[in-house]
């Protein structure tokens, strides 16, 4: 028997079963009041298994439809909550800090595939929705640590694989805090936010909504349940207890180290991602799969008081602190797109880094539109590639500039410059991407028109 077999899986799932007919219950809101389905010890090793971020509802197949009509309230499956003790058994307390060390990570036997999609506008959309208003997918083949695609021809990548989501669960107080911000988000408007004329992507918050809200081991059909489910935070975004920050550098090795806020911690995990590029544009960015994380836990008592400073008006206003793993893909030649504030109708913004990204992705995504792939499928690769973001100025008025590097080994042919006594050009052979019509009537960007190298 090796290592990994004797490790106790506390949370075994079945991929091929929806998420409603696992053997453990899964979540998919933050409410103080979900009980944890087991509590592990102190340096104690466990597995958790998880199932894919949408719970089965892409196909490995050849067709789009499966994203376009995607329920986007069915998402976020998370395996937990977990509850933490130290040796006397005494569990974790609010103001502690819970560590938790990502020992492994994998997929699970059988299901070595993944997914890179982009949602329909109006069914969830992405970074760029006013750019590519479609839905489009594409599927990868895990093979070790790379992954290709048939739908992606010529490139293939070590991947980084990571949780995109952990977290703890929030107290009473913070979750109305939550609640109560981003619900003053959406009812002030996108119209006095500078940044909704600029990112398409909608609805600007998601507030509690008990239609297709699981809770763990609470009934569906109890009292409790509807009134938990009218209160419990949604999954989306990371906030102060961790959750969906998509840190792609999380992988092997990692430690995090959430804030408490509840007795026992209560921490849950899921949205298991083989690889991603930093920012995840495609809102449905990384390679999506199911998978497993082996951890080990450690208790920081008065851990945020020693270590966090609280950025807000109360002492709950702090964040996760992220020590990466020593294992992550090793390239060292990039090719590097730059973007300003400055949008693409030619506008001046005043030190916005989100424009300064957009446009960044924009100039990466069309300058490799010239070997052959379609805008789509470069949407989709720098979505789930380990190309680097950065924000790399942020002093200079008016314009903040972001970066996006792209590591140059990941593709079978030289896509850099070259000057004209230099070899010509090759292209990529052209396949087919699985993509929809889009069919709405919100206004999108003009189609730029894809140049090409000529011999």
């Not at 995090?256 to 920012?279: K, M």
């Amino acid at each position: 028997m090796n290592t990994r077999e004797r490790i106790p899986n506390i949370f075994p799932v079945d991929p091929n079963l929806p998420p409603t007919q696992q053997l453990k219950p899964l979540h998919n809101r933050w409410h103080p009041e979900i009980p944890p389905v087991a509590q592990v010890k102190v340096n104690s090793v466990f597995r958790v298994d998880m199932i894919d971020f949408t719970g089965g509802q892409i196909k490995n197949d050849d067709s789009a439809e499966d994203v376009k009509s995607i329920n986007i309230n069915k998402n976020h499956h998370l395996s937990g909550p977990f509850s933490v003790c130290d040796e006397k058994e005494e569990p974790a307390k609010p103001g502690d800090l819970l560590v938790v060390e990502l020992c492994d990570l994998g997929a699970l036997p059988g299901h070595e595939w993944g997914y890179t999609g982009i949602f329909d506008r109006e069914n969830g959309g992405g970074f760029l929705a006013d750019h590519f208003p479609n839905a489009a997918k594409a599927i990868w083949d895990l093979e070790g640590v790379y992954a290709s695609s048939r739908h992606i021809p010529g490139v293939r990548f070590a991947g980084n694989i990571h949780p995109g989501l952990i977290g703890t669960a929030p107290s009473k107080e913070l979750l109305g805090i939550w609640n109560e911000r981003e619900r003053k988000l959406l009812e002030e408007g996108p119209e006095k936010i500078t940044l909704s004329s600029v990112l398409h992507h909608r609805p600007m918050a998601m507030l509690p909504e008990p239609k297709e809200a699981l809770l763990g081991t609470i009934s569906p059909k109890s009292a409790e349940f509807q009134r938990i489910a009218k209160e419990a935070a949604r999954t989306i975004p990371g906030r102060e207890n961790g959750g969906n920050c998509d840190i792609k550098n999380l992988t092997r090795g990692s430690r995090i180290y959430l804030p408490v806020f509840v007795e026992g911690a209560n921490f849950s995990i899921g949205d298991l991602h083989f690889s991603q590029g930093d920012g995840e544009v495609s809102f449905c960015g990384a390679i999506e799969m199911s998978g497993f994380a082996i951890m080990r836990c450690q208790i920081i008592r008065n851990g945020m008081d020693k270590y966090l400073t609280p950025m807000g008006p109360t002492k709950l206003h702090v964040n996760p602190i992220f020590e990466v793993g020593p294992l992550e893909p090793r390239y060292s030649e990039f090719l590097v797109f730059e973007g300003v504030s400055v949008d693409e109708y030619g506008k001046q913004y005043y030190m916005d880094a989100s424009v300064a990204y957009k446009r960044a992705v924009l100039n990466c995504i069309y300058y490799f539109t010239k070997f052959g792939y379609t805008p789509e499928q470069v949407y989709l690769l720098m979505s789930c590639c380990p190309c680097e973001g950065r924000i790399s100025g942020i002093v200079d008025v008016p314009n903040a500039c972001a970066t996006l590097a792209v590591p140059t080994a990941i593709f079978d042919m030289d896509i850099r410059p070259k000057v004209p006594t230099q070899h010509v050009h090759v292209k990529v052979r052209q396949v087919s991407l699985p993509q929809c019509t889009y069919d709405g009537k919100l206004p999108t960007f003009p189609r730029i028109q894809r140049p090409t190298f000529s011999d």
